[in-house]
């Protein structure tokens, strides 16, 4: 966070970074989605296009339901581990956090948000 205004708190204001790396968890969801979704077009041109090749060799069903498997199990991991994360990002971005800026507490300093972002597309994004 970086003051909008740099006289303000007597002119003692440093940028104050945020705790914590929550950024493994949201991309390992949306590489994970995105591997998802192209796996889908891949099936969908073989299910449509090569059909007969999939319904002669036994091999192709195996290896979709094997690839189809690993894949619902990486994605429940990957929203398990989002949804941990949220909760922490959530706490880490509110404001819980004022208190621990040293610039909110020097003597005759008050501090507050003057917004706060809605979380609500990131809690669907779990569901």
């Known amino acids: 966070f970086s003051a909008p205004d740099p006289e303000g708190c007597a ?11 929550f950024s493994s968890s949201a991309q390992f969801f949306v ?15 073989v299910y449509v296009g090569y059909n007969h090749v999939y319904q002669q060799n036994s091999k192709f069903p195996l290896t ?11 994605w429940l991991v990957s929203t398990l581990v989002w949804a941990k994360a949220l909760p922490d ?3 880490s971005t509110g404001a819980s956090i004022i208190p621990e800026i040293e610039s909110c507490r020097a003597p005759g ?7 706060v972002t809605r979380m609500g597309i990131l809690n669907v994004s779990v569901v």
Do not use: Q, R
């Open 89 to 91: 990002i959530k706490v």
């Open 109 to 115: 300093t008050t501090c507050h948000f003057v917004s």
């Open 11 to 21: 002119g003692t204001w440093t940028d104050v970074h945020l705790m914590g790396n």
């Open 31 to 45: 590489a994970l989605a995105a591997l998802a979704f192209l796996y889908c077009i891949a099936a969908l041109v």
């Open 64 to 74: 979709d339901l094997s690839i189809s498997a690993l894949t619902a199990f990486l």
